[in-house]
């Protein structure tokens, strides 16, 4: 081999000896396996210590960032959302090495652009009318009136507040979609909803403060609503009428709901098996928007009753499976119950009572966490209720038909301690 292509070799240095890492970190790769003649670089670690200045910093900026902001959009609950939403933002993109002056200044200009956003948005929802068209249609069928209250309420609130509720309850939209719509976190998302509805909930108030009667949305399919009108307002209810579609703002505006019987079934699908021939007319997409509704209500503790189908999809909701035939429980059958003790059905039925069914599903295993709080003498279950609820009862006969006054005074009375 020619001189000018020969290298010299550089000795390997002792285990003992003082050479300079990168030297000896190039000498030990020379010995060991030939993957690769590059260094490979250790990802960068932050420590604890980092971690806790950043958090700290971040902890300490937020009273001066929430003032810029107030001064900015001129609403305080508005400038602490943003706040936290700047504080988000610093936490997944701010570079930790920062040193605390232009940590300040990033979370500073990040707060400003955020607000700058915003006003751009409030401003242009003001130039389109949303609100004004939004309102069409909005407010379920009163039993009494037109609906009118739910109207007013929302044309009482700001034009974001109206923006929120509707895309959260109208439109269906999750938390999720809903901050990314308003370029904001899901956390504060959910804080704007929570303030919209609280302010909704007020206006509503202020709306109905000449009429003291408790607001119980029926959730009703095809059928007369008329024997439940009568059932409820006989016990000093205001009655609102909702269609067999999404409840939307009104369950939002209720202090009760009632799910009706119905002449059509629940479909199987809700609890995963096949269709029996026998079935009646189900209707999958009012199922879905009844166990919304009755989701909906558990979470925000609202008193809800469950009429024949009604207690059937509560069952539902809780992993519950049905029978989609039974024999001789159709055509207003006249029998007894027994109920249990320590339950809404005992303190309002008593220990026995005579009822009217009328269908031919029933519930075959009970939903998890649910208890059994009546039954027919061949075993059936006619009650079921929700622990830890102030109430929450199906009932799988017809009240409305006859004999369920002390439980439509039990639904008020309760509707009313809201």
């Known amino acids: 081999m020619s001189g000018h292509n020969r290298r010299a070799r550089r000795p390997l240095p002792s285990p003992n000896s003082q050479a300079p890492a990168a030297t000896r970190s190039r000498a030990l790769g020379a010995t060991g396996p030939k993957t690769s003649s590059r260094p490979v670089s250790q990802p960068a670690i932050v420590s604890t210590d980092v971690t806790a200045s950043f958090d700290q910093q971040l902890l300490e900026a937020q009273p001066t960032v929430t003032a810029r902001l107030r001064r900015i959009v001129g609403d305080p609950s508005l400038a602490e959302d943003l706040c936290q939403e700047t504080v988000v933002r610093a936490w997944r993109r701010a570079p930790r090495e920062l040193p605390p002056e232009r940590l300040r200044a990033w979370l500073h200009r990040t707060a400003t652009n955020l607000a700058f956003?915003?006003?751009?948005?409030?401003?242009?929802r003001d130039e389109v009318g949303y609100d004004d068209d939004a309102l069409t249609g909005v407010?379920?069928?009163?039993?009494?009136?037109?609906?009118?209250?739910?109207?007013?309420?929302?044309a009482a609130l700001t034009p974001h507040q109206r923006l929120v509720l509707l895309l959260r309850f109208e439109q269906g939209l999750s938390l999720r979609e809903l901050g990314a719509l308003l370029d904001v976190g899901e956390d504060a998302a959910r804080k704007r909803v929570a303030r919209a509805r609280e302010a909704f909930a007020a206006a509503l108030d202020d709306v109905r403060a000449h009429d003291t009667r408790p607001t119980i949305l029926l959730l009703m399919g095809r059928e007369d609503p008329t024997a439940y009108t009568e059932w409820?307002?006989?016990?000093?209810?205001?009655?609102r009428i909702q269609g067999p579609d999404k409840v939307g703002l009104d369950l939002a505006g209720a202090d009760a709901l009632v799910l009706s019987g119905s002449t059509t079934d629940v479909h199987p699908r809700t609890y995963g098996e096949r269709l029996d021939p026998r079935s009646v007319d189900p209707d999958l997409?009012?199922?879905?928007?009844?166990?919304?509704?009755?989701?909906?209500?558990?979470?925000d503790d609202i008193p809800v009753v469950g009429v024949c189908r009604g207690s059937q999809l509560l069952s539902v909701l809780f992993g519950g499976k049905l029978s989609q035939h039974v024999e001789r429980h159709a055509g207003n059958h006249a029998h007894e119950v027994a109920t249990a003790g320590e339950s809404a059905a005992r303190r309002a039925l008593?220990?026995?009572?005579?009822?009217?069914?009328?269908?031919?599903?029933?519930?075959r295993s009970v939903g998890q966490g649910l208890r059994v709080t009546a039954t027919a003498p061949d075993g059936m279950v006619e009650a079921l209720e929700v622990p830890g609820r102030r109430l929450a009862l199906g009932l799988q006969w017809h009240p409305e038909r006859g004999g369920g006054e002390a439980l439509a005074d039990l639904l008020v009375h309760t509707a009313a301690a809201a």
């Not at 956003?117 to 242009?124: I, K, Q, T």
């Not at 409820?232 to 009655?239: K, Q, S, T």
């Not at 997409?285 to 979470?299: E, K, P, S, V, Y």
Request: one cysteine or more; proline letters at 2%; charged letters at 35%.
């Open 285 to 299: 997409t009012r199922d879905l928007c009844d166990l919304a509704a009755l989701r909906m209500a558990l979470r």
């Open 232 to 239: 409820l307002e006989a016990a000093g209810a205001r009655v």
């Open 139 to 154: 407010g379920a069928p009163d039993a009494s009136g037109a609906g009118d209250d739910v109207r007013a309420a929302l």
């Open 117 to 124: 956003d915003e006003l751009r948005r409030r401003a242009r």
């Open 350 to 363: 008593g220990t026995r009572t005579d009822v009217v069914s009328d269908h031919h599903q029933a519930v």
